[in-house]
């Protein structure tokens, strides 16, 4: 399912501070060379994450899927001068090419990368949380929003990508684990008293929470 018409899509790019060099050489690298470049975050997402970022100044960020480390270096442009992100990937080669990226921008001294299952590392990091972003498999997201959220500090916030999974949550029924897993996280999401939300009908549909 087309979510967002691609007349919009570049409107809006096109209204919107135009990317960094490094974040740009990131996009084409990963749309030429990697089998999965949807998984990118892109230009209007990601001038988004990089808003939030700022808006909240946090001093620890969690990113649970690093992926090429586009996302990750839109959060550290937030970060308070002692501020520091973790970000967690499990497949090795997208974490060292992830890592090459941060090692060349501004940030790199404030990215901590973690790779391996989120599920074990996330309980190892002594942190309290001011932001956490979940963007990894689908099938892990009510165990990370659950291993994440005693650790967020009172009205801090926890974002989730891709909660319309290509259109497929939106669905009674959806086909494929992945996309009944996001259905079903949406639904636990959408069923707690303890968190405020609002989904936003961004790229693949991201959850704003915060919590109370």
């Given at each position: 399912m087309e979510l967002i018409h691609p007349d919009v899509e570049s409107y809006a790019?096109?209204?919107?501070s135009p990317e960094?060099?490094?974040?740009?050489?990131?996009?084409?690298f990963t749309s030429?060379?990697?089998?999965?470049?949807?998984m990118l975050s892109g230009?209007?997402?990601g001038k988004l994450l990089q808003m939030i970022s700022h808006l909240l100044q946090p001093r620890r960020i969690l990113e649970i899927g690093t992926f090429t480390g586009?996302?990750?270096l839109c959060l550290a442009s937030g970060l308070v001068p002692d501020g520091v992100l973790h970000t967690i990937e499990l497949r090795e080669a997208d974490a060292q090419l992830a890592r090459?990226?941060?090692?060349?921008?501004?940030?790199?001294?404030?990215?901590?990368?973690h790779q391996g299952a989120a599920a074990e590392i996330i309980p190892t990091l002594n942190e309290t949380w001011d932001l956490v972003f979940i963007d990894a498999d689908k099938t892990g997201y009510v165990e990370y929003?659950?291993?994440?959220?005693?650790?967020?500090r009172q009205n801090g916030f926890i974002l989730a990508d891709n909660i319309f999974f290509h259109g497929e949550a939106?669905?009674?029924?959806?086909?494929?684990?992945s996309a009944r897993a996001i259905r079903t996280f949406n639904d636990y999401i959408r069923s707690r008293a303890d968190i405020d939300k609002v989904a936003l009908t961004i790229r693949d549909g991201l959850y704003l929470i915060r919590k109370l």
């Open positions: 790019a096109a209204l919107s960094e060099a490094l974040l740009e050489e990131i996009s084409v030429q060379h990697h089998r999965e470049p949807h230009h209007v997402q586009y996302s990750a090459h990226f941060f090692d060349r921008s501004l940030y790199g001294s404030k990215i901590i990368s929003f659950n291993l994440v959220l005693p650790a967020v939106l669905k009674e029924e959806p086909s494929g684990k």
